[in-house]
C-alpha cells in the first residue's frame, strides 16, 4: 500500500504540471494486459485477439451484444426452416473490406467452409460440426443446411472464431488483418502497442472514434501511473492492484466492475495418470480452499465457482459444495487410490496474476494433501503450443473466456481429454433444444456431471474490472464475449 501511495503521488505532480493531459476527443488509448500471439481470430485460442479485432475489426453474420443477445451482423436477417435444419441468411448489401474488396455470400462460404475443414486451424473448429452444406442462392443470400437442429447455432456464428474473412487476404490476417468492421488495421508495434482507426465506406453506423491504440501494459505497477497521468483512457480490465480503492476515490474515474464468462479452473490432463483416477481428482477437489485462492489472488471481486459456469447466466447451478474443502477427505482419497504417500506432478502458468499468483497458493493447498508440484511458469505461446496443443502437462491455470462453453467438454481432442458418454448425450440433446427452460435443464445436468467428476480443479469467475475516463461514453459493463467492443464508445461533449 505504501509504494501506491508513493505513486499517486507522484502521478498527481504530474498531473499538475500537466497543459494537455487527454488526448483529441477522437483519440483513444486503451490500456490492455496482454499482447496477443497474432490477430486473427478464426486461428488462435487466444482471448487477447479477439479482445483486439472482435466487432472492430472483424464481424461475423450474427453477433453478441452487450447483455448477451444475439444480433444482425453481416447478416441483416435470416428465416429458419420449420424443421430448424436450414437457415437463410439475407445479407448485408454493399459491405466491403478494408482493402477495398467487395463482401459478398462467397465470403461467407469460404469462411466456413474454411473453418469446417478437416486441416481447420480454428480454435473452436467444433462450433460449425453441426453444418451439413452451405450454398449461395444469389451474391447476397446463402443458405446454411445443419445435419440436425442446433438451438445454438445463431449465437455460436457470433464468436469471434466465426468471423466472415475474404479468400483474398485470410492468409494474411495474423499480421495484417482485414475485416469489413468499423475500424481497420494501421500498425502493430511490437511489444508496444496496436493502432486501428476509422474504416471510412463501413457499411453500418460510423464510429466516433478516428484513431484507437491498444497500449499493452502488463501489470499494476506500469498500468496505474498510466492511467492517472492520462497516458492511457482506459482499461477495459485493469490492472489496478492494491490502488483501485484509490482510483475508485478520483472523480476523474469511473470503475465498473462487472461479469467475465471466464471460468478460472485448474485445469487437469484427465488422460495422464494419475489424474485418470477419480479419486485422484476428487483428492484435488477437496484439497483446493477457494476462498483462500481467491483472498490471495487480486482484488477479492472474484466469485467462487463448482462448475465450468458462470454465475451471470441464467441456468448456473451453485455446485461449490459438492466437494467442500477437507484435507482429511483428501488424504484419504488418495490412500484409497493407492496414493497414500503422495505423488509429484507438474504445474504449468501462463502469465497472467491470477495463473502465477493463484498457482502458488494452490501447489502450496495440494502440498498439504501429500501432492508435490513442480512450477513451471510458461509464456503464452509455449502454453498453447505445449498445453492447449500438444496436450503436454499435468496441471494448469488458465481462464476460459470464450461465451458459454460448457460444449467443450463433450470434444474428443479437447486439452482436459475429457470422455464420459453420459455428458457428451447431454450436450448433444442441447444441440437439438431450442426451448430455453429445457435448456437451462440440460445446462444444469451438464454442469452437476463435470463437478461430480471433478474434470478440472473450478475455482472462481474473473470479475471484469473497468476503469475509465469518466468523459467516456459506451464502454462496456461486462463481458459476455472476449472483447473490448468500442463501436459504440465516445468523447462526451
Same mark, same amino acid.
Given at each position: 500500500?505504501?509504494?501506491?501511495?508513493?505513486?499517486? =503521488? +507522484?502521478? @498527481?505532480?504530474?498531473?499538475?504540471?500537466?497543459?494537455? &493531459? $487527454?488526448?483529441?476527443? #477522437?483519440?483513444?488509448?486503451? !490500456?490492455?494486459?496482454?499482447?496477443?500471439?497474432?490477430?486473427?481470430?478464426?486461428?488462435? =485460442? +487466444?482471448? @487477447?485477439?479477439?479482445?483486439?479485432?472482435?466487432?472492430? &475489426? $472483424?464481424?461475423?453474420? #450474427?453477433?453478441?451484444?452487450? !447483455?448477451?443477445?444475439?444480433?444482425?451482423?453481416?447478416?441483416?436477417?435470416?428465416?429458419?426452416?420449420?424443421?430448424?435444419?436450414?437457415?437463410?441468411?439475407?445479407?448485408?448489401?454493399?459491405?466491403?473490406?478494408?482493402?477495398?474488396?467487395?463482401?459478398?455470400?462467397?465470403?461467407?462460404?469460404?469462411?466456413?467452409?474454411?473453418?469446417?475443414?478437416?486441416?481447420?486451424?480454428?480454435?473452436?473448429?467444433?462450433?460449425?460440426?453441426?453444418?451439413?452444406?452451405?450454398?449461395?442462392?444469389?451474391?447476397?443470400?446463402?443458405?446454411?443446411?445443419?445435419?440436425?437442429?442446433?438451438?445454438?447455432?445463431?449465437?455460436?456464428?457470433?464468436?469471434?472464431?466465426?468471423?466472415?474473412?475474404?479468400?483474398?487476404?485470410?492468409?494474411?490476417?495474423?499480421?495484417?488483418?482485414?475485416?469489413?468492421?468499423?475500424?481497420?488495421?494501421?500498425?502493430?508495434?511490437?511489444?508496444?502497442?496496436?493502432?486501428?482507426?476509422?474504416?471510412?465506406?463501413?457499411?453500418?453506423?460510423?464510429?466516433?472514434?478516428?484513431?484507437?491504440?491498444?497500449?499493452?501494459?502488463?501489470?499494476?505497477?506500469?498500468?496505474?501511473?498510466?492511467?492517472?497521468?492520462?497516458?492511457?483512457?482506459?482499461?477495459?480490465?485493469?490492472?489496478?492492484?492494491?490502488?483501485?480503492?484509490?482510483?475508485?476515490?478520483?472523480?476523474?474515474?469511473?470503475?465498473?466492475?462487472?461479469?467475465?464468462?471466464?471460468?478460472?479452473?485448474?485445469?487437469?490432463?484427465?488422460?495422464?495418470?494419475?489424474?485418470?483416477?477419480?479419486?485422484?481428482?476428487?483428492?484435488?477437489?477437496?484439497?483446493?480452499?477457494?476462498?483462500?485462492?481467491?483472498?490471495?489472488?487480486?482484488?477479492?471481486?472474484?466469485?467462487?465457482?463448482?462448475?465450468?459456469?458462470?454465475?451471470?447466466?441464467?441456468?448456473?447451478?451453485?455446485?461449490?459444495?459438492?466437494?467442500?474443502?477437507?484435507?482429511?477427505?483428501?488424504?484419504?482419497?488418495?490412500?484409497?487410490?493407492?496414493?497414500?504417500?503422495?505423488?509429484?506432478?507438474?504445474?504449468?502458468?501462463?502469465?497472467?496474476?491470477?495463473?502465477?499468483?493463484?498457482?502458488?497458493?494452490?501447489?502450496?493447498?495440494?502440498?498439504?494433501?501429500?501432492?508435490?508440484?513442480?512450477?513451471?511458469?510458461?509464456?503464452?505461446?509455449?502454453?498453447?503450443?505445449?498445453?492447449?496443443?500438444?496436450?503436454?502437462?499435468?496441471?494448469?491455470?488458465?481462464?476460459?473466456?470464450?461465451?458459454?462453453?460448457?460444449?467443450?467438454?463433450?470434444?474428443?481432442?479437447?486439452?482436459?481429454?475429457?470422455?464420459?458418454?453420459?455428458?457428451?448425450?447431454?450436450?448433444?440433446?442441447?444441440?437439438?433444444?431450442?426451448?430455453?427452460?429445457?435448456?437451462?435443464?440440460?445446462?444444469?445436468?451438464?454442469?452437476?456431471?463435470?463437478?461430480?467428476?471433478?474434470?478440472?480443479?473450478?475455482?472462481?469467475?474473473?470479475?471484469?474490472?473497468?476503469?475509465?475516463?469518466?468523459?467516456?461514453?459506451?464502454?462496456?459493463?461486462?463481458?459476455?464475449?472476449?472483447?473490448?467492443?468500442?463501436?459504440?464508445?465516445?468523447?462526451?461533449?
Amino acid at each position: 500500500m505504501t509504494m501506491w501511495k508513493s505513486v499517486l =503521488a +507522484a502521478t @498527481a505532480l504530474a498531473l499538475a504540471s500537466s497543459t494537455s &493531459v $487527454f488526448a483529441a476527443k #477522437t483519440d483513444l488509448v486503451v !490500456g490492455v494486459v496482454l499482447e496477443p500471439p497474432h490477430l486473427d481470430p478464426t486461428a488462435g =485460442a +487466444a482471448a @487477447a485477439i479477439d479482445e483486439i479485432v472482435y466487432a472492430n &475489426v $472483424f464481424e461475423g453474420l #450474427t453477433r453478441i451484444g452487450r !447483455g448477451g443477445e444475439v444480433a444482425p451482423a453481416l447478416a441483416e436477417s435470416w428465416e429458419i426452416s420449420d424443421d430448424g435444419k436450414v437457415y437463410t441468411f439475407k445479407l448485408r448489401a454493399g459491405a466491403t473490406y478494408h482493402d477495398g474488396s467487395a463482401f459478398d455470400a462467397e465470403d461467407v462460404k469460404f469462411s466456413l467452409e474454411r473453418a469446417m475443414a478437416e486441416d481447420s486451424t480454428n480454435a473452436q473448429k467444433g462450433l460449425f460440426a453441426a453444418i451439413d452444406t452451405v450454398e449461395i442462392v444469389d451474391p447476397t443470400t446463402v443458405k446454411v443446411t445443419l445435419k440436425q437442429p442446433q438451438g445454438s447455432f445463431l449465437y455460436n456464428l457470433g464468436w469471434g472464431d466465426a468471423v466472415i474473412v475474404a479468400s483474398e487476404s485470410a492468409e494474411g490476417n495474423k499480421e495484417n488483418p482485414v475485416g469489413t468492421g468499423p475500424f481497420k488495421f494501421d500498425n502493430w508495434a511490437k511489444g508496444s502497442s496496436i493502432t486501428l482507426s476509422k474504416a471510412e465506406g463501413y457499411w453500418g453506423e460510423p464510429v466516433a472514434l478516428d484513431t484507437v491504440e491498444f497500449r499493452i501494459i502488463p501489470d499494476a505497477a506500469a498500468a496505474v501511473p498510466a492511467l492517472l497521468t492520462g497516458d492511457v483512457h482506459a482499461f477495459p480490465n485493469m490492472p489496478a492492484g492494491d490502488a483501485l480503492p484509490q482510483i475508485e476515490a478520483d472523480p476523474r474515474f469511473v470503475v465498473v466492475v462487472g461479469s467475465t464468462e471466464g471460468e478460472t479452473i485448474l485445469s487437469t490432463n484427465n488422460k495422464k495418470a494419475p489424474f485418470d483416477n477419480l479419486k485422484v481428482r476428487q483428492a484435488i477437489a477437496h484439497a483446493l480452499d477457494r476462498e483462500a485462492i481467491i483472498a490471495g489472488n487480486g482484488s477479492g471481486f472474484r466469485t467462487p465457482i463448482g462448475s465450468h459456469f458462470s454465475p451471470g447466466n441464467e441456468a448456473y447451478v451453485d455446485l461449490t459444495g459438492t466437494y467442500p474443502h477437507d484435507v482429511e477427505k483428501a488424504k484419504a482419497l488418495l490412500k484409497e487410490a493407492g496414493f497414500e504417500d503422495g505423488f509429484k506432478a507438474t504445474l504449468k502458468l501462463p502469465p497472467p496474476s491470477y495463473a502465477r499468483d493463484g498457482g502458488q497458493i494452490v501447489a502450496s493447498q495440494l502440498r498439504e494433501v501429500g501432492i508435490e508440484l513442480e512450477i513451471i511458469p510458461v509464456e503464452w505461446a509455449q502454453w498453447l503450443d505445449q498445453v492447449f496443443k500438444a496436450k503436454d502437462y499435468d496441471l494448469t491455470i488458465v481462464s476460459h473466456t470464450e461465451p458459454n462453453d460448457i460444449g467443450i467438454y463433450a470434444r474428443d481432442d479437447y486439452y482436459f481429454q475429457y470422455d464420459n458418454p453420459e455428458f457428451d448425450a447431454v450436450i448433444a440433446e442441447l444441440d437439438v433444444t431450442s426451448e430455453q427452460a429445457k435448456r437451462n435443464e440440460l445446462y444444469a445436468k451438464a454442469q452437476t456431471i463435470i463437478a461430480e467428476d471433478a474434470v478440472n480443479g473450478y475455482l472462481f469467475q474473473l470479475p471484469k474490472i473497468g476503469v475509465w475516463d469518466a468523459k467516456l461514453e459506451g464502454m462496456w459493463e461486462n463481458s459476455p464475449v472476449q472483447a473490448t467492443d468500442l463501436t459504440d464508445v465516445k468523447w462526451a461533449e
